[in-house]
C-alpha cells in the first residue's frame, strides 16, 4: 500500500521556521522525483519545490533563498525547510511523488498544515 506521511506542520509565528516531512511507503523512493506542494484558503493548488531522484532541485520563485528541499534515499523521507516564513505561507502543503518511467505513477499525501501568525 502506498502511503506519504507528511509531518511537522504547526503554528509559527512570522519569521520563524518550520521542517516539513513525508515519508514514503509501498514503492521504489529513490525511483521517483519528490514535490512539495501548497494550496492556501480560496487559492489553487502551487508548486513549492521539486527534487529529482539524483538530489537536484528547483524552487518556485517565491521561495528560492527560503525554502530548501532535500530528500534522504535511505529512509524514504523527503524534507523541507522553511526559513523567514511569512503570513502568505499559510497553507496546507502536500508531499508528492512522480515516477519517471511509464506508467508515470504518481501519489499524494493527505497534507500537513502550516500556519504563519503573531
Known amino acids: 500500500q502506498v502511503q506519504l506521511v507528511e509531518s511537522g506542520g504547526g503554528l509559527v509565528q512570522p519569521g520563524g521556521s518550520l521542517r516539513l516531512s513525508c515519508v514514503a511507503s509501498g514503492f521504489t523512493f529513490s525511483s521517483y522525483a519528490m514535490r512539495w506542494y501548497r494550496q492556501a484558503p480560496g487559492k489553487e493548488r502551487e508548486l513549492v519545490a521539486h527534487?529529482?531522484?539524483?538530489?537536484?532541485?528547483n524552487y518556485a520563485d517565491s521561495r528560492k533563498g527560503r525554502f530548501t528541499i532535500s530528500r534522504d534515499n535511505a529512509k524514504n523521507t523527503v524534507y523541507l525547510q522553511m526559513n523567514s516564513l511569512n503570513t502568505e505561507d499559510t497553507a496546507v502543503y502536500y508531499c508528492?511523488?512522480?515516477?519517471?518511467?511509464?506508467?508515470?505513477?504518481?501519489?499524494w499525501g493527505q497534507g500537513t498544515q502550516v500556519t504563519v501568525s503573531s
Open positions: 508528492y511523488a512522480r515516477a519517471y518511467n511509464y506508467p508515470w505513477n504518481e501519489y
Open positions: 527534487i529529482s531522484s539524483n538530489g537536484s532541485t
